[in-house]
């Protein structure tokens, strides 16, 4: 996946910064990108999942075979529902699962450090960016995840 040495953010800024360019990434197959990922989730293949990088690049594979796994592993299998739901709720699906897999990855990340007062301020901006569709909240200072850009 993505090539290259396993990355290790080391400040809260950088959780942050790869938090934002997944998020990117996972945006853009889930809308500019969409008929490419529609054809990759072939439901005749194995179980795939929708990995974001944090250079908002985005790709369709199969779970790490390590075990465990370097980062927590995204929805398993995202290719099986697509042809038995209309696009856009399978859409949907997979981007709810996409929030829940970013912000897993932002925690694992994130768990490794010892959060003096200033950091965690500036951790806050991962939880502004968190979802809060499901729970029916209006935010004014709310950004949208990736359930929210569909």
């Known amino acids: 996946m993505d090539g290259g040495a396993p990355y290790n953010p080391r400040t ?4 942050f910064g790869d938090f934002k360019g997944r998020r990117a990434g996972m945006i853009k197959a889930l809308t500019s990108d969409v008929e ?9 293949k194995e179980n795939l999942c929708l990995y ?3 250079s908002e690049q985005w790709e369709v594979n199969l779970p ?3 075990v465990p796994p370097e980062l927590p592993e995204p929805a398993l299998g ?3 529902a697509r042809d038995g739901m209309q696009e856009k ?3 949907s699906l997979v981007a709810v699962h996409s929030d829940a897999w970013l912000l897993s990855v932002a925690f694992y990340f994130g768990a490794r450090f ?3 007062k200033a950091d965690r ?3 806050h901006g991962i939880a502004v960016l968190a979802s809060f569709r499901s729970s029916g909240l209006n935010f004014p200072w709310f950004i949208p995840m990736v359930w929210d850009v569909l």
């Open 114 to 116: 010892g959060f003096d």
């Open 121 to 123: 301020i500036n951790h």
């Open 64 to 66: 790490a075979e390590e």
């Open 36 to 44: 490419e990922f529609y054809q990759q989730c072939d439901p005749e």
């Open 78 to 80: 995202i290719n099986f």
């Open 12 to 15: 809260v800024e950088e959780v």
């Open 52 to 54: 974001g990088f944090p």
């Open 89 to 91: 709720d399978w859409l």
